[in-house]
């Protein structure tokens, strides 16, 4: 399994077996809300999205609705101590389940990683 270690709010690339094709793994806050696509109420909180990708000259492409986002924190607002913990779950509690899904993506989108 791949290891992923966040160290700030980030976007990590991780290759994959075919040229051009990264699995993105980002670390990063979001306000919750509405959401229209899958029409439900997501949370204030920290989230991790994992998503294949594809790098071609200077422009990133993607598919929509082929990777998954995990929300790892919830808070009331953003702030420099929620973004700590967040970072620390990332890296601690959550470390195996973002390495499992991540292969679970590249599998589901015939990619090694």
């Known amino acids: 399994m791949t290891e992923i270690k966040f160290e700030k709010l980030e976007a990590r690339r991780i290759p994959t077996n075919i040229a051009g094709k990264f699995i993105e793994v980002e670390l990063y806050y979001s306000k919750g ?4 696509f899958t029409c439900k109420q997501e949370s204030r ?3 991790v999205r994992i998503c294949p990708i594809t790098v071609e000259r200077n422009m990133v492409s993607f598919i929509a609705f082929s990777g998954t ?3 790892i924190h919830e808070c ?3 702030s420099a101590k929620a973004e700590r913990e ?3 779950a990332a890296n601690d509690e959550y470390r195996d389940l973002v390495s499992h899904l991540v292969s679970k993506i590249a ?3 015939n990619l090694e990683v």
């Not at 809300?33 to 229209?36: E, I, R, V």
């Open 86 to 88: 967040a970072i620390a």
């Open 45 to 47: 909180g920290y989230y």
């Open 107 to 109: 599998n589901q989108n």
């Open 33 to 36: 809300g509405w959401n229209c």
């Open 69 to 71: 986002k995990l929300c």
């Open 76 to 78: 009331s607002r953003k």
